[in-house]
């Protein structure tokens, strides 16, 4: 198949082009170079760089290619929204709704699968969070993404629009951008390598459901692989909840150190605990992460330490 990734130069998304090109896929990537790199991605994949938020941008990558099926990754991310709020939440918005717009029309391309994330959720009302968890956004950027949610649904219910919502939980592994708006895992790790002392915001006591992104990946070629699921919303996720202050030693002791944590304030928005229900993705998708934490892990500090 012809497929097009949209943010595939980023973290997850490169990952996902890695993936499907291993699949014997054609695919191209469409990325304005934001946070994610040209060379995360194999030669063989067709770059376009491009604002995904500008409508006719979009269009003519879409008019150039001809896909079967869009994957959209493409986000400002979580901490940008704390410091350019406005400029967050209406790109983030816009590049979904150009999206829907585009396959709505029936002649560019037929499917569209699009990435949500469990920050939809805000904090957790109960545990685990299943699909149908109160959506109660905290943070602009989760707003945007539970906004970019409700376009897919309005353009399903309206116009049958084919489209899948994959809801990933935290992801960590192998190319998560380590340098502005970093995530805890990547930033301790530099943080470590640089001799430098790890850094909590908040108690440490907050929890978050972490997966490996070789398991995200692999939910989303399940996705691909299926022609039955629009219109459905699936939480990708391990179904364990780890406080970010375990993730914190869990790295010191694989690094060989054992700093002194330094605290600082809980960030704005901040949610306190988040664990997946993941039997939507085991009945329906019949997937189940593989890669424990403790291993995925490993791979990433292994993969950080080998970087110049
Ligand atoms: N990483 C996680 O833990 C996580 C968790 C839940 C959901 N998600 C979702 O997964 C998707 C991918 O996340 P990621 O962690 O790989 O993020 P990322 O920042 O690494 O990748 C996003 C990519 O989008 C690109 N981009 C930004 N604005 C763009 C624009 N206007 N036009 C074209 N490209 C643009 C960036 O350059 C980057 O390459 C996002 O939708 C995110 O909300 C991620």
Redesign the pocket.
Known sequence: MKIMV????????SHLADGLVKAGHAVSV???????KRENLPDTVEFYK????LYHRMYAAIIAVKPDVIF??????LPHSLVDPYRNVE?NIR?VNNLCCLLQQGKYYGRLIH?????VYGSAQYEPMCEKHPIEPSTPYAAS?AAGDFICSSYIKTFGCDITII??????GER??GGSYA?VIPLTIQRLREGKVPIIYGSGKQTRDYIYVGDTVRAAQMVLGRDDLGGQIFNIASGHDVSIGWIIQEIQELMGTDEKVLYQPERAGDVRRHIANTLRAKDILHFEHKIGMKEGLKKTIDWYLAQK
């Not at 990435?115 to 920050?119: A, G, K």
């Open positions: 949209v943010g595939g130069a980023g973290f997850i998304g469409v990325d304005n170079l934001f946070l994610g491009v604002d995904a938020s959209n990754l493409a986000v400002l991310p790109a590049i990435f949500s994330s469990s920050e993404k809801r990933p939980f935290n992801n960590y998560q951008n995530g």
